[in-house]
């Protein structure tokens, strides 16, 4: 049985380094794909700015025919002036030339707002622009450099996954059955050292009974709480002088 859980122990310690390359794999794919987010953030921005810019475009040509035609008005009211008799018909051209004036004033000033606001993300656009510009190459080295990163990594990975194989065939078909059952459901650790009368896995105490055993290691144990096999890791004294 010790001979078991030692190659359990053994099999444990491949899994958690090619679970280490995977986590390297991802953390550098992560890099690649934060700097593709941050582009296409900026890409977005652009292009809701470029829509702001038509909507405000759109808005200013309608300005300028409402101030148009507001000064149209004026001018017309200003000729019928010299056409009225009655100071009624003048006071009533005199309040429609006041209430064009009024318009003119207001348009023109939107119309002025409309072209700073105009102004102000055209040139934003122009800044996003620059900077995907440098994101694109930015990710460009990103993903030479993560390829050939995730070339070497993958390499290491190929010579531990044929080792892990070679290991996985010298157990027995039950013990390898409840360790790939317990991989898969305890996040890739299915074998743990206890530390006194505590699994390394959940942290949860032990029976003092339990803590024999597993220090003997004449069966296989499992803890109460994760169900994770356990084992009692050998002073390194011991292991030199066994050595």
Do not use: W
């Not at 700097?35 to 953030?41: D, G, K, N, S």
């Amino acid at each position: 049985m010790k001979e078991e859980i030692f190659k359990l122990i053994k099999l444990q310690a491949i899994d958690s380094e090619i679970a280490g390359f995977d986590k390297a794999i991802s953390k550098h794919q992560a890099i690649v794909a934060d700097r593709e987010q941050a582009l296409e953030e900026k890409k977005e921005a652009i292009a809701t700015h470029r829509s702001k810019i038509e909507l405000l475009n759109q808005k200013q040509r309608e300005t300028k025919i409402e101030h148009d035609d507001a000064g149209a008005r004026v001018k017309d009211r200003q000729n019928k002036m010299m056409q009225v008799q009655t100071s009624r018909e003048h006071q009533a051209l005199l309040k429609e030339i006041e209430e064009n004036k009024k318009i003119l004033k207001d348009s023109e000033e939107r119309m002025l707002q409309f072209i700073e606001q105009i102004e102000q993300l055209e040139q934003d656009v122009k800044n996003l622009e620059n900077l995907c510009e440098g994101e694109k190459k930015l990710l460009a080295e990103e993903e030479a450099n993560v390829e050939k990163e995730i070339q070497r990594i993958e390499q290491s990975k190929k010579s531990v996954v044929n080792q892990r194989e070679a290991e996985a065939k010298e157990l027995d078909g039950p013990y390898l059955k409840r360790y790939k059952m317990l991989i898969a459901k305890r996040d890739g650790l299915a074998v743990v050292p206890i530390n006194g009368p505590v699994c390394q896995g959940c942290f949860m105490s032990l029976p003092p009974q339990q803590v024999n055993e597993v220090m003997k290691a004449e069966k296989l144990n499992l803890c109460p709480t994760c169900q994770r096999i356990l084992y009692y890791p050998q002073p390194e004294e011991e292991v030199v002088d066994e050595a």
